[in-house]
């Protein structure tokens, strides 16, 4: 008796198997394939926050996503682009690894006529999303990151008079930059720093270093290095342009006794447990969450030929990127409880 309702409930199974798509012979339905990459699977944002999400998120859909590494090689993106295209995907989930470098892949795209959504790192050619009609965007607005950390840092300079260290009324900064050329990375450091401009408080720049990679081990060799240097005693305030080279700057400032006022961007969860032990000021929620699922709703309804944003609670844009902005949130010692996982 047991082995019948055992099997019974293996046929059962299979025939769910079927169903979802599992057999491409029966005629049944097919299941929607996106063909996605990460610019690389050791940038810790994009890794552990968006590409699990992504993962989730295609189950909680009923689709099948998979998902390479680009290594941070451009080429490498685009053969896997060919490959992508070769096998048939109904829709590419593409991050670039070069945001100067897009028209590439959406000529590629085009040719194929398979609809392409670029996330996260936005294109920077002129013309580009506009060279086909089926290219969308998925990201943030990078400057208001930058704006956000930004005026973090200014109510916070204003509060405590004792990290004027030299008290000369100017922040003495380094800045950890991330990816030259890319619109986040080039947007807050330009605009975190303006803040203070805008408030009146005068600021000097001791040290900025970029990274490709964003990384932790830029984070830690660049901040030791500053902090034995000729300006090391001078530093006033840590600004990084993510949490992944933030850590590498708390874990220098820790080896060499040190604690100095320091900012990230991304609200990663290390960065929260960093916040309320107090070696973190303060740090911005980019949602990859909800950028991940943005993603691939617009994937899906690309795919299906739908209007991108229907049935979903996602606006694009009206200046003519075709994108959507999912906002960013301040990340403070008050509030980081509230961005904790439950
Ligand atoms: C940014 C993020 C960085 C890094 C970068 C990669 O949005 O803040 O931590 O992941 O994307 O393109
Ligand atoms: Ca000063």
């Known amino acids: 008796m047991k082995r019948v309702i055992a099997t019974a409930a293996l046929v059962v199974l299979a025939a769910a198997f079927v169903f979802a798509g599992g057999n491409k012979d029966t005629g049944a339905a097919k299941q929607l394939v996106v063909g996605a990459n990460i610019y690389s699977f050791a940038d810790n944002f994009m890794n552990g926050v968006m590409k699990p999400e992504f993962e989730r998120y295609a189950v909680e859909k009923g689709v099948k996503i998979e998902i390479v590494d680009s290594e941070g ?9 060919d490959v992508f295209i070769t096998k048939k995907v109904n829709v590419l989930a593409i991050n670039l690894v070069d945001p100067a470098a897009a028209s590439a892949i959406i000529a590629k795209a085009k040719k194929a006529n398979i609809p392409l959504v670029l996330f996260n790192k936005e294109a920077t050619e002129a013309g580009a999303m506009a060279s086909y009609d089926k290219v969308w965007y998925v990201g943030t607005n990078s400057a208001e990151s930058g704006i956000i950390q930004g005026q973090m840092m200014v109510a916070d300079w204003k509060a405590n008079p ?19 050329g890319h619109p986040d990375a080039e947007a807050r450091t330009k605009e975190s720093v303006k803040a203070f401009v805008d408030a009146g408080i005068k600021v000097q720049q001791l040290a900025l270093e970029a990274d490709p990679n964003w990384s932790t081990q830029h984070g830690n060799d660049k901040m030791a290095a500053w902090l034995t240097s000729s300006f090391g005693k001078d530093i006033e305030l840590v600004i990084c342009n993510n949490d992944g080279m933030a850590f590498g700057a708390i874990n220098a400032l820790k080896a060499a006794g040190k604690k100095l006022p320091l900012y990230g961007v991304d609200a990663l969860d290390q960065a929260l447990t960093h916040i309320a032990d107090g070696e973190m000021n303060g740090t911005v929620l980019n949602d990859g969450v909800n950028q991940a699922r943005a993603t691939l709703d617009l994937a899906i309804n690309a795919a299906k030929g739908l209007p991108v944003t229907e049935g979903t609670a996602w606006k694009l844009t009206t200046d003519g990127a075709k994108a959507v902005r999912v906002p960013y949130l301040p990340v403070t010692p008050k509030n980081y409880k509230d961005f904790q996982k439950k």
């Open 162 to 180: 004792a990290w004027d260290l030299n008290k000369d009324g100017v922040v003495q900064y380094v800045l950890l930059k991330g990816e030259p």
């Open 73 to 81: 090689q451009q080429a490498k993106l685009n053969d896997q682009v």
